[in-house]
């Protein structure tokens, strides 16, 4: 009886977490496909997964040619509105749909949170049972799963970053965002604006995409203002906020005046920069909500240009096998100000000249490794 | 550069963030003390701080009422001790396993809330910092103890506290033999399952307000996972401080020292690399705790569902 009692307990246990965790993974923003959105929920019947496998591949490939609407999902580390990387795919996915002429034309769906590698695995998976016609592992953490599912599924286009590697697979696309580039330009910015001469930079883990970025920036200041001292320092985290608060505020006890970070911990850092008055520079998403009268300006991420050339590859058969990048050059990453803070004219200039220095050359990117 | 290591500037920077960063810490370590001291082990903290989190930062997004937000972080924390508590005490279930159900539950439940109700990153006005007059202008130590906000001044008025229950009172005597010897305590007329109801519960509240301490004391805002493990950090100080208040305060303190030097270490640019520097506090914490562990010994009835046998 008592045995009973706590299965059941359990069980209810499990249910609420599942509940609780499954509902606002598989919310699709536009009104998609019930049976779509179910998706991540069926992880747990591994048998079902594999079986309608063989037999709905064949139908989605199809589908483009008629009206059915091109199928998206994609599976992110963090939340979509992290104000920083996975929000940069969810709003490029969103600018896709818009452009494509809405749900009918251009339908996704994602799950969020999927900062366990393995649950991330089972539901790119599970999508790709389900016929999408390009799923997106929007996480570099992703890359082995990924090498071990895209060959059961022939017919699926796979898109993964950041990352330059599609494991030779033709149906595995790679992309990965020059990050240095707006490192770069937001260092210059930084380098003219600091009064003290040290500046402060927050990164996650010393690798991929932040340590892309950081170096970046830490070339641009220093060739902007070689005396400047930037101090950087990594938390060994992408999601302890108060870790990245406290060292926005050592970085701000040893004397920085300018701030920079990247990874969606940096939220709890900008907090501290608006405290203490001082200038942040953002970069994945535009920061400038979190602290209007600091944040001086964001490297953007814009993927929907790249994502919009996979679409065209994939309905022109083209399943894979390919690398792309954003960068400057192809719009993919755009220098946002913030329009409430007044960044000096020949400032503004330099950086502008920056940009299009990095563009057609003439500015290289030292980052002296 | 390693002497710019032991400047003013920086001892007093260490130390001060050391003392902030300790701060969830003890709330909810010094909660979970009382919960295993009576033989419940809770590996849910990280749960309750989360909801704790959120429902502290909803209310002062909302209404602004900074007393109000604690008052609601600790009701949602107690809540969540309460569910706890029936599933261990009553229902007897698996305590460790029951924990990370509440903690799966914590995660998924403030994340879902968060989604409909703020639906992305806000800040807030949350505790400002008190400068205690006069204290505060002493050079160094003013900075170190006493410029920071209401709920981090709690955080270490709880640990006297918590001593004083745990052993000068009937009701740390009982929750002592409880943790002890259940069988015994209840033949002499101790109420086991109410004493662990109380632990639990007063652990839940604890953990609620050590979420409040970070999404309107330190941080002010609230983000998905924001404690990112915290809460299972401070169920390791409850063992590394030995089930003792006072234990734990040198836990946090040791680990969030530790924490704070190694920023500093590589805000300064001394040349180690950052993988090792982020390492420092746990390595150092798990080289206390191995040279620590044959001194103490936990509550011997920890973990074990109490039946009464009639």
Request: glycine residues 10%; charged residues 10%; hydrophobic residues 50%.
């Amino acid at each position: 009886m008592k045995k009973t009692v706590r299965l059941f307990v359990l069980f209810v246990l499990v249910a609420l977490v599942v509940g609780a965790c499954g509902t606002p993974a598989t919310q699709a923003p536009a009104p998609a496909a019930p049976a779509a959105t179910e998706a991540p929920a069926m992880t747990e019947a591994p048998a079902a997964t594999e079986a309608p496998a063989m037999t709905e591949a064949p139908a989605a490939t199809e589908a483009p040619a008629m009206a059915e609407p091109f199928r998206v999902a994609v599976v992110m580390p963090s939340a979509i509105n992290d104000l920083a990387f996975s929000q940069s795919m969810y709003d490029a996915l969103l600018r896709v749909q818009q452009e494509m002429g809405g749900p009918d034309k251009f339908d996704f769906v994602y799950s969020e949170n999927m900062f366990v590698v393995d649950d991330a695995a089972a539901a790119i998976r599970d999508y790709a049972s389900q016929g999408y016609n390009l799923v997106i592992a929007h996480g570099s953490q992703y890359g082995s799963s990924l090498q071990e599912i895209a060959p059961d599924f022939p017919e699926t286009s796979f898109a993964w970053g950041t990352t330059v590697d599609t494991f030779g697979q033709p149906n595995i696309f790679a992309y990965e965002a020059a990050a240095d580039e707006g490192g770069y330009v937001n260092g210059v910015l930084a380098a003219k604006l600091t009064k003290s001469n040290v500046i402060g930079v927050i990164g996650p883990i010393e690798t991929g995409d932040a340590k892309l970025y950081i170096d970046g920036f830490k070339a641009g200041v220093t060739a902007t203002a070689p005396d400047v001292n930037v101090q950087v320092a990594y938390i060994g985290s992408f999601s302890d906020t108060a870790l990245a608060a406290e060292t926005a505020n050592t970085q701000i006890s040893a004397g920085a005046d300018v701030l920079t970070g990247t990874a969606q911990m940096v939220v709890g850092a900008i907090g501290k920069a608006e405290e203490a008055n001082v200038l942040w520079f953002g970069t994945q998403s535009n920061q400038t909500s979190l602290a209007p009268k600091i944040v001086v300006a964001s490297q953007v991420y814009h993927w929907e240009g790249i994502l919009s050339q996979m679409i065209d590859l994939i309905n022109g058969g083209t399943l894979g096998g390919q690398t792309f990048a954003i960068n400057l050059e192809n719009g993919g990453e755009v220098i946002e100000y913030n329009p409430d803070f007044t960044v000096p004219a020949d400032v503004k200039t330099l950086a502008d000249d920056t940009v299009k220095g990095i563009i057609d050359g003439s500015v290289t990117i030292d980052m002296g490794q | 550069m390693i002497s710019s290591l032991f400047s003013v500037t920086v001892l007093v920077g260490i130390l001060a963030s050391g003392i902030r960063l300790a701060t969830p810490y003890l709330y909810a370590a010094i909660g979970e003390t009382f919960g295993q001291r009576s033989g419940v082990l809770n590996l849910g903290v990280e749960g309750q701080m989360l909801l704790g989190a959120f429902a502290a930062f909803y209310i002062v997004f909302v209404t602004g009422n900074l007393a109000l937000a604690v008052l609601v972080a600790m009701i949602v924390g107690a809540l969540m001790g309460l569910a706890m508590a029936f599933v261990t005490v009553n229902l007897q279930a698996q305590q460790g396993i029951s924990g990370i159900g509440f903690y799966l539950f914590g995660v998924g439940l403030s994340d879902l809330l968060f989604q409909k109700m703020l639906g992305t990153v806000e800040t807030v006005r949350g505790f400002p910092k008190i400068s205690i007059p006069f204290l505060s202008n002493i050079p160094g130590l003013g900075e170190i103890f006493f410029n920071h906000n209401l709920l981090v001044y709690g955080a270490y008025l709880l640990v006297p506290i918590a001593w004083f229950v745990l052993n000068k009172t009937t009701l740390g005597l009982k929750i002592h033999a409880v943790g002890e010897n259940p069988e015994a305590a209840d033949s002499l007329g101790v109420s086991v399952a109410g004493v662990r109801y109380f632990t639990i519960v007063l652990g839940g509240t604890l953990s609620g307000v050590a979420g409040a301490s970070l999404s309107i004391g330190l941080l002010n805002v609230f983000q998905q996972n924001m404690t990112s493990g915290l809460g299972f950090i401070a169920v390791a100080l409850v063992y590394f401080g030995g089930w003792r208040p006072w234990g734990v305060l040198g836990g946090a303190l040791l680990f969030s020292m530790v924490n704070s030097l190694q920023l500093w270490i590589q805000v300064l640019g001394i040349p180690i690399p950052s993988d090792i520097a982020v390492m420092m506090p746990y390595v150092l914490t798990i080289l206390v705790l191995v040279a620590s562990v044959s001194r103490v010994r936990g509550p011997s009835a920890l973990t074990k569902p109490f039946e009464r046998e009639d």
